[in-house]
T-cell receptor, first 112, second 110 residues
Framework: EAQVTQNPRYLITVTGKKLTVTCSQN?????MSWYRQDPGLGLRQIYY???????DKGDVPEGYKVSRKEKRNFPLILESPSPNQTSLYFC???????????FGDGTRLSIL | EDQVTQSPEALRLQEGESSSLNCSYT??????LFWYRQDPGKGPEFLFT???AGEEKEKERLKATLTKKESFLHITAPKPEDSATYLC???????????FGQGTELSVKP
């Protein structure tokens, strides 16, 4: 089954404790992206990757890191999480950047 | 600045009462406008892509249209199962950024 898999689905952690949210897709897609979704602000793009080893900033990249060492995986790293990064995070992928994206089921992150 | 604005923020309809959702955009060059549906607790699900002014796409009770400044999602004779948040997103000409609107929360009552 074609899918985008995020882990974990839920995480409660504390300020400053490094964490990684993994994202994997099995569709051989070139393009992958991370978003955060907050009430009243909608979906905002954090980082995206047009293909392996190429990543670019979205609209809200501060406090996040990503890497794209292989096509299927695109982890989101929070080196020193802060409470303002509490949010619902989505990973998505598409064959190319101008194609419709497939979204994962989301990761709800709470940083205390 | 590139921007995507959706209206209304929320829409309540009776079953069978047709209506339209609006997505206005300002980007330097459009490389695609996307409509998604999002159910509570789920990731967005793709509905339509529109690439050029005048283009229309249809799927069951939904029809999406595109002009040079906005897109409409027309819902004909909606049913309760059409209740969801509908998101519009725009891909600009340069780079791979995708800009989302804030969404329209649609509620259809039987």
């Amino acid at each position: 089954e074609a899918q985008v898999t995020q882990n974990p689905r839920y995480l409660i952690t504390v300020t400053g404790k490094k964490l990684t949210v993994t994202c994997s897709q099995n569709m051989n897609h070139e393009y992958m992206s991370w978003y955060r979704q907050d009430p009243g602000l909608g979906l905002r793009q954090i980082y995206y990757s047009m293909n392996v080893e190429v990543t670019d900033k979205g609209d809200v990249p501060e406090g996040y890191k990503v890497s794209r060492k292989e096509k299927r995986n695109f982890p989101l790293i929070l080196e020193s999480p802060s409470p303002n990064q509490t949010s619902l995070y989505f990973c998505a992928s598409s064959l190319y950047g101008d194609q419709p994206q497939h979204f994962g089921d989301g990761t709800r992150l709470s940083i205390l | 600045e590139d921007q995507v604005t959706q209206s209304p923020e929320a829409l309540r309809l009776q079953e069978g009462e047709s209506s339209s959702l609006n997505c206005s955009y300002t980007v330097s060059g459009l490389r695609g406008l996307f409509w998604y549906r999002q159910d509570p607790g789920k990731g967005p699900e793709f509905l339509f892509t529109l690439y050029s002014a005048g283009e229309e796409k249809e799927k069951e009770r939904l029809k999406a249209t595109l002009t040079k400044k906005e897109s409409f999602l027309h819902i004909t004779a909606p049913k309760p199962e059409d209740s969801a948040t509908y998101l519009c997103a725009v891909r600009e000409n340069q780079g791979g950024k995708l800009i989302f609107g804030q969404g329209t929360e649609l509620s259809v009552k039987p």
